[in-house]
């Protein structure tokens, strides 16, 4: 089935300490995001590609970098993580940003850290 | 600003109706989105609406009036398994995707 992947599913680091989140589609789509999203809260766009174009939100702490390597793959790193980072870390992709094109997401990264 | 707003909370009775509200102020308007989310999972979408009026969906409808800023999902037949949280999403005149905080619903026997 073509979906949405990403690994760890948990993660725990220490703070400070670097951390790579790694998302993967089958889906062959154009565009990719990342998302964070706290505990009752929204999810929170981070960045997103269409195709190789990267766009940073504007508000998006330069603590938070991204790279998209080929279609299939994109990862988010976390240079020098804080409390305040952990979150659920959230990978979605959709074929086109417009029309109704949907955002199909994968099941998350819950980061700790400690 | 750009606002989404849900109601933080709703209970509900397993075989009954619930209709959960959404109301949004956004620079343009491109499509409303309703996704589920179970505790400590991802999205997973359920309608899109663009057009004014109803779209039905099995036991899932959502409703859109434009004028008003409006939407609503309405869920019939209510399962244990539709507690969730329904999270609201407005696509804006940027082809930004908004959300809402999500509205937890709980389901009782």
């Known amino acids: 089935d073509a979906m949405v992947i990403q690994n760890p599913r948990y993660q725990v680091t220490q703070f400070g300490k670097p951390v790579t989140l790694s998302c993967s589609q089958t889906?062959?789509?154009?565009?990719m995001y990342w998302y964070q999203q706290k505990s009752s809260q929204a999810p929170k766009l981070l960045f997103h590609?269409?195709?190789?174009?990267?766009?940073n939100e504007a508000d998006t702490p330069d603590n938070f970098q991204s790279r998209r390597p080929n279609t299939s793959f994109c990862f988010l790193d976390i240079r020098s993580p804080g409390l305040g980072d952990a979150a659920m870390y959230l990978c979605?992709?959709?074929?086109?940003?417009?029309?109704?094109?949907?955002?199909?997401f994968g099941p998350g990264t819950r980061l700790t850290v400690l | 600003g750009q606002n989404i707003d849900q109601p933080t909370e709703m209970t509900a009775t397993e075989g009954a109706i619930v209709q959960i509200n959404c109301t949004y102020q956004?620079?343009?308007?491109?499509?409303l989105f309703w996704y589920q989310q179970h505790a400590g999972e991802a999205p997973t979408f359920l309608s899109y609406n663009v057009l004014d009026g109803l779209e039905e969906k099995g036991r899932f409808s959502s409703f859109l009036s434009r004028s008003k800023g409006y939407s609503y999902l309405l869920l019939k037949e209510l399962q244990m398994k539709d507690s969730a949280s329904y999270l609201c999403a407005v696509r804006d005149s940027n082809y930004q995707l908004i959300w809402g905080a999500g509205t937890k619903l709980i389901i009782k026997p």
């Open positions: 956004t620079s343009g308007f491109n499509g």
């Open positions: 889906l062959n789509h154009n565009v």
């Open positions: 590609y269409y195709d190789k174009d990267f766009n």
């Open positions: 979605a992709t959709s074929r086109t940003a417009g029309g109704p094109d949907t955002q199909y």
